[in-house]
């Protein structure tokens, strides 16, 4: 079955066309970091146009990767939440119009859900953890099978990567500053800035990373900084928000007794946070990451998790799906 995913949910014009549910067959992203760098985050309003001019040659472009003609695509699949309004709305139009025109099935995809799926695809293993950590997201999920993903906690304010984003402003570095703050921290020193992690008293599982950008921004305001008092704060600043994740999902792991942790999201492209994941997680623990060119935004998860949604569910209603920026979320009540 050859499924064609959509993906337009922030600032990422991507569209992969996927064999069964996980064989790649192309995986076309066209990004729009230049367009939003001069910013310093995602501009809205020049996402959704831009993803209106790229949305038709990246659709060419993953049907010819992948050999195919759009009349051989049996199912079309696109994000339909989170994200940002006006860029979900692109991908949706499309991917309904072109459902409507060919007369294919089409299905909405979960894309928090999606960066979980494409770590698991290859080795599925049930129930599992997964853990998101992206530029709108730091949450923990209790996953039963390919299409049950269950909520177990979430950030109560800042994601990870948003933390990164931000402290990277601090520091001066270009956006988007996950990977930059992650080069600068290799020559310095992560016990210097003594940050403190943060503790949720209401939900000891939940996430939080504003006081950690709080005390990076208390340690540098008003000082004179020497390039090696940057690389100090992005090291003390990237293990303490690291280590944060890495404590808590090896906890949950524990609690929940499973064999295999899925890892999704533009953070798990962190050097720092795999070698620490590697150091303490227990041997019997087994980590997925997602597969090269799979962290970032792609159309590749959508297409992947679309194909078990419908094999599972069968269609979604073409008139019946709207875009959603928020998730809709099973919210698993789970105590330490
Ligand atoms: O998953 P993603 O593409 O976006 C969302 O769907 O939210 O992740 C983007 C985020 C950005 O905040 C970026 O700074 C961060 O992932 N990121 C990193 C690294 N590479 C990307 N953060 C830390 N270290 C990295 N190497
Ligand atoms: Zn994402």
Known sequence: MYVLGIETSCDETAISVVKDGNEVLSNVIFSQEKIHEAFGGVFPELASRSHLE?????LEKALSDASLSLQQIDLIAVAAHPGLMGSLLMGVTASKALAFALDKPFVAVNHIEAHLYVSLMKEPSFPALGLVVSGGHTSLYHITDETTYNLISQTVDDAIGEAFDKVARLLELPYPGGPHVEALAKTGDPKRYPFKE????????????SGLKTQVFYALQGKELSEQDRADLAASFQETALQMV???????????????????????????????FTQESPLDLKIFWPPKGLSIDNGAMIAGLGYHLYKKKGASDLFDVSPEPTSRIKHLSFSE
Request: aromatic letters at 8%; a positive charge.
């Open 54 to 58: 790229a949305i038709l040659p990246a």
């Open 198 to 209: 943060a503790f949720v008293k209401q939900d000891p599982l939940a996430f939080s990373f």
């Open 246 to 276: 890495v404590k808590k999902s090896l906890k949950v792991a524990k609690n929940l007794d499973t064999k295999s942790l899925y890892i999704g999201g533009g953070v798990s492209a962190n050097k720092r946070l795999r070698e620490l």
